[in-house]
T-cell receptor
Framework: GEDVEQSLFLSVREGDSSVINCTYTDSSSTYLYWYKQEPGAGLQLLTYIFSNMDMKQDQRLTVLLNKKDKHLSLRIADTQTGDSAIYFCADRWGGGNKLTFGTGTQLKVEL | DGGITQSPKYLFRKEGQNVTLSCEQNLNHDAMYWYRQDPGQGLRLIYYSQIVNDFQKGDIAEGYSVSREKKESFPLTVTSAQKNPTAFYLC???????????????FGPGTRLTVL
């Protein structure tokens, strides 16, 4: 089956950029997603990228995809305290409807 | 307002009891999903349903059961056979789209189950 890996923690200062990384194993991935989870809540979709794209930008968010290395990253510019949350990458692969989620990265933004 | 509701938000259960978690959506989505979240393990798929009266096991279905009698409802029963049921349970729904089209899953607020 598919494996999606993320580092567990990231700490940044307010105003700096945050980069959250994700690696996946299946080469049949079609879409890759970034979700945000605030404490005690469900997940909300931040952005996604189709597998034939290298980059996608959406306001403060930049997604980079390196298909050769099966590496996905999410860059948050000018990180704010409200960005403190758990960030999950997810992979849709194999032509089906299911997603495989990473372990999640806890982002802590310090003043 | 369209969305997904889960109830209750917190649930306590004694060992040996079955318990049912509710999930309702009014987004007119065909597909629904149940995930379990444990610290440091991300989300793991328990069961999913792509259409009414049909469902499939996910990666960790043992000790759980589901039904899909109505399009808008997908209840999850945690049975006494589930060895370690204390976790945060998330329900999601999406359009059912094959052929490589974008498929956003919308999530409910979750139910935290604690076994006493």
């Amino acid at each position: 089956g598919e494996d999606v890996e993320q580092s567990l923690f990231l700490s940044v200062r307010e105003g700096d950029s945050s980069v959250i990384n994700c690696t996946y194993t299946d080469s049949s991935s079609t879409y890759l997603y970034w979700y945000k989870q605030e404490p005690g809540a469900g997940l909300q979709l931040l952005t996604y990228i189709f597998s034939n794209m290298d980059m996608k930008q959406d306001q403060r968010l930049t997604v980079l995809l390196n298909k050769k290395d099966k590496h996905l990253s999410l860059r948050i510019a000018d990180t704010q305290t409200g960005d403190s949350a758990i960030y999950f990458c997810a992979d849709r692969w194999g032509g089906g409807n299911k997603l495989t989620f990473g372990t999640g990265t806890q982002l802590k933004v310090e003043l | 307002d369209g969305g997904i509701t889960q109830s209750p938000k917190y649930l306590f259960r004694k060992e040996g009891q079955n318990v049912t978690l509710s999930c309702e959506q009014n987004l007119n989505h065909d597909a629904m999903y149940w995930y379990r979240q444990d610290p440091g393990q991300g989300l793991r798929l328990i069961y999913y349903s792509q259409i009414v009266n049909d469902f499939q096991k996910g990666d960790i279905a043992e000790g759980y059961s589901v039904s899909r009698e109505k399009k808008e409802s997908f209840p999850l029963t945690v049975t006494s056979a589930q060895k370690n049921p204390t976790a945060f349970y998330l329900c999601a729904s999406s359009d059912f789209q094959g052929g490589g089209r974008h498929n956003e899953q919308f999530f409910g607020p979750g139910t935290r189950l604690t076994v006493l």
